[in-house]
């Protein structure tokens, strides 16, 4: 982050392009269903078949960190995700997760796992998706990111038919290096398209050790409502 060559004051000063901050119930994660602040960031390198939230590729406005930061003291939560899009999009993500936990917040980094994550905050839990292949984009998942996971971060898998399921067991028979290091592993159904049940059962089939993990924002305020 070359964070050592700019003042305090410079960095605060530093922009992101936000497409929205909001308060709402954590719905994903080991974190689902605490309050939570919301910082969403424009644009992503990936065009996931499935994203629910391609408004983010683009709009926003232009915000100082400090601007930012100031808003999420508003909320007056001791919780804060940044998620996108894809939030390292915008290097200067970087600086605005370090000052957030030199703050004192709980923050949660939400990641395609496209782009390297070896210069997040060692404080900041990392939320990594593993693309399957009902995404169209398992090709760019990085995977030399699995060696940095650690017991702070989670990884996910978005399931939309047996064939992702299969592809992310295997994942799992695979990585015994990294499958043991992480805080999570969660098998999270496409929603309106994989069947919940469906999956729990194949999961206790299997008996794997994963999470399932249900958008619960969606079932509280429906699927296609913003800033939720």
């Not at 410079?10 to 909001?22: G, P, R």
């Not at 910082?39 to 994203?51: A, E, F, P």
């Not at 067991?169 to 069947?195: C, Q, Y």
Request: glycine share 8%; proline share 4%.
């Amino acid at each position: 982050m070359n964070r050592v060559y700019l003042s305090a004051r410079e960095i605060l000063e530093l922009k992101l392009l936000v497409n929205e901050m909001f308060l709402s119930i954590q719905g994903e994660s080991t974190f689902a269903g605490y309050p939570c602040a919301f910082i969403r960031l424009t644009g992503c390198n990936l065009r996931c078949r499935w994203c629910d939230t391609t408004y983010a590729f683009s709009g926003g406005k232009l915000m100082p960190i400090r601007a930012v930061i100031d808003q999420v003291k508003a909320y007056d939560v001791p919780l804060v995700e940044i998620t996108g899009g894809e939030p390292l999009l915008q290097k200067n993500s970087l600086y605005l997760l370090t000052l957030l936990c030199d703050l004192g917040y709980e923050v949660l980094l939400e990641t395609s796992g496209s782009l390297p994550i070896d210069q997040v905050d060692s404080r900041v839990h990392r939320i990594v998706d593993l693309k399957c292949p009902s995404s169209g984009q398992s090709e760019h998942n990085l995977l030399s990111n699995l060696n940095w996971l650690g017991k702070r971060d989670e990884l996910k898998f978005v399931i939309a038919d047996r064939k992702d399921y299969e592809w992310a067991k295997n994942k799992l028979a695979e990585g015994k290096h990294w499958r043991d290091k992480v805080k999570a592993i969660t098998f999270s159904p496409v929603f309106g398209e994989m069947d919940p049940q469906l999956l729990s059962q194949w999961i206790l089939e299997d008996k794997l050790k994963v999470r399932l993990g249900l958008q619960i924002h969606k079932y509280i305020w429906g699927p296609d409502i913003k800033g939720v």
